[in-house]
């Protein structure tokens, strides 16, 4: 692809969390073009804000990358998975 040598591209599938009437979005990343943590990463965010990369989950697939993440964020308050600006 025709891409700069330091662009990222990734393919992104889009789930929803709901947690005690709140919602945010986990984009799993799928690494097309680029350096990631790994092939597959599973990213909290709220759009314009991402999770903490503790967070994240990673994996050599896309379920595996979800899950990971899910067994990271279970039993958390969904504003405890974002950096606070103090």
Do not use: S, W
Request: aromatic fraction near 4%.
């Amino acid at each position: 692809m025709d891409l700069h040598q330091k662009d990222i591209l990734t393919k992104v599938t889009r789930y929803n969390l709901i947690r005690n009437g709140r919602m945010i979005y986990i984009d799993v990343h799928q690494k097309i073009q680029g350096t990631l943590a790994g092939d597959f990463i599973a990213v909290p965010n709220l759009v314009n804000i991402v999770a903490k990369p503790e967070h994240q989950g990673l994996g050599d697939n896309e379920q595996k990358a979800l899950e990971d993440c899910l067994k990271k964020v279970k039993g958390l308050n969904l504003e405890d998975l974002f950096p606070q600006n103090n």
